[in-house]
């Protein structure tokens, strides 16, 4: 409650973000009492046995050609949009998965730690359930090699945490993370 006190004293006005454990209840009670926004929690997934050799025919990586259309159905309600992802090549590697010229899905991940972070994998509504998340997932975990792999994914999204299992992930047990958004009151 000390480290609430000095925000509400000393930056009225301000926005602040919290990402914590979930089962840190003393945070999130305080939190609660602040009405602070909260996001789905996170659960951590953990590449331990990649799952290679599946068909990546279709999957290439991100172009001048093709930014234009990966920005088009990129995720938005994120920092790292698509705009800012295809300007930071230097940080992130995307790769699309191509269909009669047009992007119908894109994975973005990071390319220069020892453990790489899948950070957005998606793919429209109207493409799901054709293997290609299995195609970008593919493709990704064979240009990542050696390297380690780790994501975050909600909690309750079991498509995508069968998927990730499919392709060699296993939860990290303990390890989900929760986001509140907390804007400090103005006095």
């Known amino acids: 409650a000390d480290a609430f006190h000095y925000l ?24 609660e009492l602040r009405n602070a926004e909260f996001e789905p929690e996170q659960q951590k997934m953990v590449l331990t046995t990649p799952v290679l050799g599946s068909d990546t025919t279709g999957v290439e990586i991100l172009s001048e050609e093709y930014i234009g259309q990966y920005c088009a159905i990129h995720s938005t309600d994120m920092y790292w949009t698509g705009e800012r992802v295809a300007h930071a090549q230097d940080r992130f590697r995307t ?4 269909r009669d010229d047009k992007v119908i899905g894109y994975i973005d991940m990071t390319c220069n730690f020892e453990e790489n ?20 997932l593919t493709k990704a975990l064979e240009m990542n090699q050696p390297k380690g792999m780790m994501l975050l994914v909600d ?28 804007t400090v009151p103005k006095i």
């Open 155 to 182: 909690i309750d999204n079991d498509p995508a945490i069968s998927l990730y299992e499919s392709m060699g992930f296993a939860k990290a047990q303990g390890q989900n993370t929760m986001t509140a958004h907390w």
């Open 8 to 31: 509400e004293q000393y930056y009225p006005g301000y926005s602040v973000d919290f990402v914590f454990n979930p089962g840190n209840y003393i945070l999130k009670e305080q939190l």
């Open 95 to 98: 790769l699309l998965v191509i």
């Open 117 to 136: 972070e899948i950070y957005d994998l998606l793919v429209p509504e109207e493409y799901r359930r054709m293997g290609y998340g299995r195609k970008l």
